[in-house]
Each structure stands twice: as C-alpha cells, then as structure tokens.
C-alpha cells in the first residue's frame, strides 16, 4: 500500500506532510502542557481552564474562519494559521503568569487534545477532497488520519525530553519544557512554507464560487453539528492533558511512562484509520462510524471501574484500535454530502461546535478530578459519546454519499 491513493496529487502529499508535523507538534504538548503548567504553580482547576480556553478560541476562530472561506484564498488563509500557531508557542514559552496565558490560550492554536481542534483543521479538510477522485476520498482521508496519529505518537513520546534532561539537570527542567514549546512555534514555521507551496489546483475553479457560506446543505449540516457536539462534550472529559493528570493522580505515572502510553494508543489509533476505509467501503460511513465508535465507549465506561494499573491500560489500549475510525469516515462523509463550494463552511461549521462542547468540559473534568481519583469525567464522556453513536445511526443511516448511491 502507498501513502496515498491513486489519482491523488502532488498537493495531497503536501497536506499530509504539513499534518504530521502539526501532529507531532499536537502530541508533545498535550502531554507537556499539565506538567508544565503544574511546573508553574497552578491548580488542576486552573489547568482545566486553560485547556477550556485554547477549545474555546479555537472554536470562535474556525466559525470566523468558515464564515468568510468561500471569499479568500485558502492558501492564504492556512499561511496566515501557522503564523499564528508560531507566536502560541512562543507566548506560552515566555509568559508564566495565569491570566495571560488565558488570553494566548484563547486567541492561539495551542491543542490540549490528542486530536486536532485548531482552526488549520476543517481548511485542510476542505481542500483534501479536491486532491483524489470521489471513490478514493475516504481511503485518502484515513491516511490523512494515519499520518497524525503516527506523527502524534511520536510527538507523546518525545514529550519525556524535559523529564530526560532533569534527570542528568534538574535545574533546567522548566528551561527544557519552554524549549519544546518553542519547537511547536518552530513546526509552525515549517508548515506555513509548505502550504506556501500548494498549486493552485486547491482553489476553487472560477464560476464555482458560493455566494454564501452554507446553501441547500445548511439544514444536514447544522444537524451532523448538533449531533458532534454531542460526542465533542464527551470527548472534552478526556482531552490528552486530563487524561494525563488522572493517570499521575489515580495511578502516580510519571511524564515518561504516560508519554510512552500515549505513543502506543497513538499507533493503535493510527493502524484503525487504515482498517476503517477498508471496513466503509464493504458497509457504509455511517455504519462504520456507529459500529466501530459504540464499543469503544463501553470499554471507556469501564475504565475507572478497573482495580489495577495493568487492566486501566488494557483497556485504554484496546479503545483506542476502535475509537478513531469514525475520524476519516466522519470527515469524509462531510464532504461528500455538501458541495465544493460549502466544504469550507461545512467542515467549520460541523468542527465550531465540537470545539465549543469540548470546550466546557475540561473545566468540568478538572474540578472532578480535584474532588477524588475515580475517574468520573472517563465514565460520563463514554455515557454521552455512546448516545451519539445511537442518535447518528437512527437520523443519517439513510443520507448516502455519492459513491455509496452509485451502487444502489
């Protein structure tokens, strides 16, 4: 198997390698970002709050963002994100003070999610479908997917540098840990000059130009929104930085040790992306969203219930070889039941409130696990992200994609 499918473009490959390298940004501080917040002095609640704030400016920027796509060049509009992801990384380098790192978290690209939640997300999407044929679509997205996960594990893994250093010098730990932050700034520099190289091929054709932002696909759209939001404030319960601090709080991991964890549900997660184009060309997006989605939230409830560290673990790793696969799936059925058109509205419009929904429960899971160790926010995120699975069968089982109505 290839990188990427057949028929896709030079493009596409160029979308797949600025997405690693912003994974593998994604991944290190994720993990980084409580422990280097603790570093700092501050409380779970206001880790908590934090991460609240990077969900909900980057929800306020790719509403904007979505809004006014179809007007502005796409190209010019992911340049000018990494330009901003840049100066994040710098900010939260410098500045250690708790209110204005609210105010960078809010108005920056800064993810405490194992997922992408930045406002480069849904334009990249957007672009991608005009990358590949219809058929290849879902098979380009899961490696779109694919290419994070891996990047994104790596990314986990690396973030044990700091812990590292210390070891040997303990003095420069914080030193260390602002190091990686300015290496996020730096992966963004790197991104903005690869999307500097995209043809014009990702544009829009003159003459296909949308006179809004959503036309006849608005009421579908704002339905898979309202639907994501759903399984988005489930999923905020467990974003990878308090998922972190529940395992050094329950189980007393150090930074290395859930870094490695992170890497190996990374590749998991990563090796599902490829299984799930395979499994929705033989059944269906939607069924492999459900069907795939649904078990993974019953093992997610079962987690905290788990006496031991070993069965936590195996339990959080055979999730994460079934949680994602509705990622590409999701995104691709997006795509596919809009027009060209409406792709960057659509792929905003469906990520603005999922961010929005993940953005209150950080606040939320982090005063919980304040409270006690039992892992609460892990038992209510799979109660709600398993409500939508059921809710997204019974009203979408019967809305195909294009490739999927071809054959009848």
């Not at 963002?65 to 060049?73: D, E, K, L, N, T």
């Not at 700091?162 to 003095?171: I, M, T």
């Not at 189980?251 to 184009?277: D, N, Q, V």
């Not at 919980?368 to 398993?386: H, Q, R």
Request: proline share 6%; aromatic share 10%; hydrophobic share 55%.
């Amino acid at each position: 198997m290839t990188l990427l499918p057949s028929g896709a473009t030079r493009d596409a490959s160029t979308l797949l390698t600025a997405r690693s390298l912003r994974a593998f940004a994604d991944g290190f501080v994720s993990v980084l970002l409580p422990a280097y917040l603790i570093r700092l002095g501050f409380s779970g609640f206001q880790v908590g709050a934090i991460a609240t704030a990077t969900l909900a400016g980057s929800a306020a920027l790719t509403l904007l963002v979505g809004m006014v796509a179809h007007r502005f060049s796409r190209r010019r509009l992911l340049v000018q994100a990494t330009i901003l992801m840049a100066l994040t990384g710098v900010g939260f380098a410098f500045v250690h003070q708790f209110w204005p790192l609210m105010v960078i978290a809010f108005v920056g690209t800064l993810n405490p999610s194992a997922g992408d939640v930045s406002v480069i997300l849904p334009l990249e999407q957007s672009l991608l479908p005009q990358t590949v044929p219809d058929q290849q679509r879902t098979s380009l997205f899961a490696r779109y997917s694919f290419v994070a996960s891996l990047a994104g594990a790596a990314g986990a893994l690396s973030s044990a540098i700091p812990a590292l250093v210390a070891a040997h010098r303990p003095s420069i730990e914080l030193g260390a840990m602002e190091a990686m932050f300015l290496l996020y700034g730096a992966l963004g520099i790197v991104a903005c000059f690869l999307y500097r190289t995209l043809s014009s091929a990702v544009e829009l054709p003159p003459g296909n130009e949308a006179s809004s932002a959503l036309g006849k696909s608005r009421r579908r759209v704002y339905a898979l929104a309202a639907l994501f939001s759903i399984d988005a404030f489930g999923g905020g319960f467990i974003v990878q930085s308090l998922l972190a601090l529940w395992l050094f709080n329950r189980f007393h991991l150090s930074l290395e040790a859930t870094g490695s964890i992170f890497f190996w549900t990374g590749i998991l997660s990563g090796l599902s992306y490829l299984a799930a184009a395979s499994i929705a060309r033989r059944y269906g997006l939607i069924r492999t969203m459900v069907f795939t989605h649904l078990p993974s939230n019953i093992l997610l409830v079962l987690v905290p219930l788990m006496p031991s560290l070993p069965l936590a673990l195996g339990l959080l790793l055979a999730r994460s070889a079934l949680s994602q696969m509705d990622v590409p799936t999701r995104t691709s059925y997006v795509m596919a039941v809009v027009s060209p058109a409406e792709r960057p509205a659509a792929a905003s419009v469906t990520a603005v409130p999922r961010s929005l929904a993940a953005s209150a429960s950080p606040l939320l899971a982090g005063y919980l696990l304040g409270l006690t160790t039992f892992g609460w926010p892990l038992l209510l995120a799979g109660v709600l992200k398993g409500a939508y699975d059921i809710l997204l069968l019974t009203m979408f089982a019967q809305v195909r994609p294009p490739e999927e109505a071809a054959k009848g």
